[in-house]
């Protein structure tokens, strides 16, 4: 089990590198893949990564096998060959690995733990996404179980795990049980963090790696402030 950062270089926390993939524990603000913003992505930096370390001549080979919300935090997977992209895209798509993440919330859940099952349908145009009670057309199932794990002064944290993966998943079924992230102001959260974050945090990954085959377990530290350091 892996939960130290191996090399802190170029802004990068690299959490697991190998031949074949790096792990890497995103920042908030970071966004892993380039779009509409211009700004320079995770991948882009992890290539440049790559190509000084390794003293490699001409273009980096880097695949994003799966990303993260922007103002979230934590574990992303990049593959380092096309072989390994293949079979980490396989392993995510069929949902053989087990995905564990933290969220900091400020109203109490109804249950100290439960299974949320929901009908999520995205809004492409504000890029956000509802979570239904009931099936709604062109929703998705989604289906996640989370515990409280520890009360702090005014918020409570969660851990939680994931079944599906949908689009903000576990920011739209936290909202739609009354209990929306700290920060999150798009899914309900009453106030922004000074960061422009939220307290939600992809906090490990256990799956077996698809090219030593041997099983990988990798923890991302939180970032440092209040609320995670109580923990």
């Not at 733990?113 to 145009?125: C, P, T």
């Not at 944290?157 to 994931?162: G, T």
Request: proline share 4%; net charge positive.
């Amino acid at each position: 089990m892996s939960n130290k950062i191996i090399s802190n270089k170029n802004n990068l926390q690299i959490l697991h590198e190998d031949n074949h993939l790096i792990v890497v524990n995103k920042r908030v603000g970071d966004i892993v893949q380039g779009d509409k913003t211009g700004d320079k992505p995770l991948s882009e930096v992890v290539k440049e990564y790559i190509k000084d370390k390794y003293n490699k001549p001409g273009e980096v080979f880097l695949g994003v096998v799966h990303r993260l919300d922007r103002p979230t935090t934590g574990i992303v997977v990049f593959a380092r060959t096309s072989k390994a992209l293949t079979r980490m895209n396989e392993l995510f798509s069929n949902r053989e690995t087990q995905k564990t993440y933290w969220a900091i919330v400020k109203n109490k859940p109804s249950k100290e733990e439960d299974n949320l099952v929901h009908y999520i349908k995205r809004n492409e145009k504000n890029n956000t996404s509802k979570a239904h009670i009931k099936e709604v057309p062109e929703s998705k199932l989604a289906s996640l179980d989370f515990k409280i794990f520890k009360e702090l002064n005014n918020y409570f944290a969660l851990e939680i795990n994931l079944h599906t993966g949908r689009h903000h998943q576990i920011r739209a079924q936290l909202s739609a049980v009354g209990s929306p992230i700290k920060g999150d102001l798009k899914y309900g959260f009453d106030r922004s963090n000074l960061d422009g974050g939220i307290h939600l945090h992809a906090r490990k990954l256990t799956f077996i790696h698809p090219v030593t085959k041997e099983a990988l377990t990798i923890t991302a530290p939180t970032p440092s402030d209040s609320i995670w350091d109580a923990l």
